[in-house]
């Protein structure tokens, strides 16, 4: 303890825990606020690497970065870079970490403690030889930094993985004219959309000009080229591994803090682990999903701000609630928008519930509108209860509408009633008169389902 | 009676009339559907007008009809244009009407009855003289004919009234290189929005080069001009008069259906008047706001045929049920989009409720995204319980996206904490981890109101 100030540690400052500290900060201004952050750079949005790859003069790299470290030292934020985190003694009340840039090893103490130590990506061990392509995942600005450098010689470029983070990569490669081939283990791309949404993505990377390899791996890379487990050879100047991520863990796990049934580490709503007063938020946390109120791991970057946001107000002896998710998401494929919230028909079947889905294609705006395209839409409610449960769009303009209006009624318990009738804003330019969330609804209120449930 | 076959009548084929004429066929094939339309014209968008008039190419004439009289007609659904009804009898179960087109007067029986009189538009008298610009409303098909006839000899416009169809038909008119003059009653426009988010449309509008000329009128037409009360002489081939509209209820009024406080024909849920078995919906009736519980009148187009919808079903026999509005609303003027949903704050007092408000500017997209721009909105709640109460929004990207977010809320009866929290699409091109309506609700959680009275 120093002196009569209390001490908030905070170990990670990309998302979750830079959010934490500048809220801890504001919060309690005479709490001494310790930030341990390995990279040197601090508060950037992974979220936001492919669109600097796709248009660096769009995307200036700084604008990527939130908040400096300069910046948090100047508002009295004790914020190191460089610093490896090697211990963690919850019963003391301190850990041991290793100055990077002097290789001294130090104790820092605290009162209460964040870990926000993010997620990693899962490497794949490939064996380089003479000629062989740069392969480097994309999830730091470090490894931007490297794709950057290399990009003037990168005439083709195989992404390994068909999460968001390989699609975006996909795009804003595409987007420069590299040639693209993507290779996916599984036989399908997207598999918590519904497999003729996903076909779509698939439809539209194809036309954006991607190779597409679908159940296949590589094995080995050599002389400009990765070598696939089908034995084809494409031909590669860079290889962006995008097989996944996982939570980064083996410091809480080594501490004794509980690991969840995700294998990341568990909190309540207070985001407080196992340990009283040490706290976790972001990409290495669970969060509590609102339908099912199971755990679930979304290593997503509004999540992560959010939890880091109850996470600092209670490191600073706040009472913050973080209640939990819905499993919303989205991202951009070429000229696609692609999203999805709450339960996946499948999933809602795991969760021990009835569900019922309206599958439709439905305008954006008015239809006599020069700009009006197809939504295509899965809504999915529960059977008894008409209770809303999930949904999956793809389309261009409307699709985060008309996920961010399904997200919203599912957090608030709506039915599919309330949503055939919400009063929306209708104008030609925006939506027909009948949104397309209104189309589904409809839909699924039109099967007659048995309210007596309910 | 016409035999065993039941009856449903339905005066007037716009939008509430023609969606109840084909939802009460579709529900009951062996109803007798017979529609009298006066106007030549049926199931016409009146909100896409303003679009074939900037841009006839893009937005032919043909496509703002969803419906034809043949098409009707071969669905088995006797629509009948050309037809005045002038006496509606409840008693006796029968309306007299005019063939317009043989001046022949004849009676129609019905079991049931559907007013589907719509909204008129309210004339200024104006005594035209030699060379005297054309005057006309944009409200029907006829008008939107009259104006494109105009069209090529048209260099300056005047508008009258500064409303929804105003500022779209002004836009529209500057899109085809047209000189627009807007002149308003009012010392200020849009008196439903705060000041300063009406001052942001009005520079819109003067950015667009449209002149705006506040607190005058017209008193008079002559030589290619418009006189004003200030006495200006202003420019005009053509004047579109646009100072409001009224309900179409004389013939409600006559035979004997209640008219509520709005001067609309009352209706409850069920869309039923004072009479039963006679109905209402659209333009020509009132509707209960969802917040306040009160009787308004909201001529809009999606109102109308939701109205519509239910009214077809009660037609035919069904137990439909209309649940009401918030007032939403939205509209493009140029490049800004301008929405409003639920309750102003003075609206909310004049309800009795004590609103707090957030008044912010938030970013539509992640702030390093180049197609990131400005959000101006103002979100109302009510101080004692934080619930939702309305919102207005003027922006570009994401504004429409916002008002619906809060619309569902606010239908749900969803309060501050909800917005502030609920699990939204997130990713660069789509919004930033805060989402605006996010920002605002967290603005008023940051007041800490007293939720004891929750």
Chains 1, 2 share one sequence.
């Not at 041991?96 to 870990?115: K, N, Q, W």
């Not at 918590?192 to 779509?200: I, K, Q, W």
Request: charged share 20%; with cysteine; proline share 6%.
């Amino acid at each position: 303890m120093t002196g009569g100030r209390r001490r908030a540690l905070i170990i990670g400052a990309v998302a979750a825990g830079s959010k934490a500290a500048a809220t801890a900060h504001r919060r309690d201004p005479d709490l001494d606020v310790v930030v341990l952050q390995e990279e040197p750079e601090i508060a950037y949005s992974s979220c936001g690497l492919p669109y600097h790859l796709a248009d660096p003069d769009a995307v200036p790299r700084a604008r990527l970065v939130a908040r400096t470290p300069e910046r948090f030292r100047s508002d009295g934020i004790d914020l190191r870079t460089g610093q490896h985190v090697e211990e963690l003694d919850v019963a003391a009340g301190e850990i041991r970490a290793t100055d990077l840039s002097t290789g001294r090893s130090y104790r820092e103490p605290f009162d209460s403690l964040l870990v926000a130590t993010g997620a990693e990506p899962i490497s794949i061990p490939l064996v380089a030889s003479a000629g062989s392509p740069v392969v480097t995942p994309l999830r730091s600005l470090y490894d931007l930094d490297r794709v950057m450098a290399t990009l003037p010689s990168v005439g083709h470029v195989v992404i390994l993985g068909c999460g968001y983070i390989g699609l975006e990569a996909a795009e804003a490669f595409r987007h420069r004219g590299v040639a693209v081939a993507i290779v996916e283990k599984q036989d399908r791309i997207l598999p918590s959309f519904e497999a003729d949404l996903a076909d779509l993505v698939l439809a539209e990377l194809r036309a954006a000009g991607c190779e597409v390899f679908l159940g296949d791996g590589i094995v080995g890379i050599g002389d400009g080229a990765a070598i696939l487990e089908s034995s084809l050879r494409l031909t590669a100047d860079l290889i962006i591994s995008a097989v996944g991520i996982r939570p980064r863990v083996s410091l809480a796990r080594a501490s004794g803090l509980a690991i969840g049934p995700t294998g990341a580490i568990g909190v309540d709503d207070r985001m407080e682990t196992s340990e009283p007063g040490v706290f976790a938020a972001g990409d290495c946390t669970e969060a509590t999903h609102r339908i099912t109120g199971s755990p679930v791991w979304l290593p997503l970057g509004d999540v992560a701000n959010r939890q880091g946001r109850v996470a600092g107000t209670n490191l600073a002896g706040g009472d913050a609630r973080f209640p939990g998710v819905l499993g919303t998401a989205i991202f951009r494929v070429v000229s696609l928008s692609v999203g999805r919230t709450g339960l996946a028909p499948s999933e809602a079947e795991g969760a021990g519930l009835e569900p019922v889905t309206a599958r439709i294609t439905a305008p954006s705006q008015a239809r006599y509108m020069p700009g009006s395209v197809a939504l295509e839409m899965l809504l999915v409610a529960d059977r008894g209860s008409g209770r809303l449960l999930g949904a999956q769009v793809v389309g261009r303009d409307g699709a985060d509408k008309a996920i961010d209006i399904i997200a919203t009624a599912i957090w608030g318990g709506l039915g599919i009633d309330d949503l055939a009738d919400v009063d929306l804003a209708y104008a030609p330019p925006y939506s027909p008169v009948f949104a397309p969330v209104q189309v589904a609804a409809e839909v699924l209120r039109g099967q007659g389902l048995d309210r007596s449930q309910a």
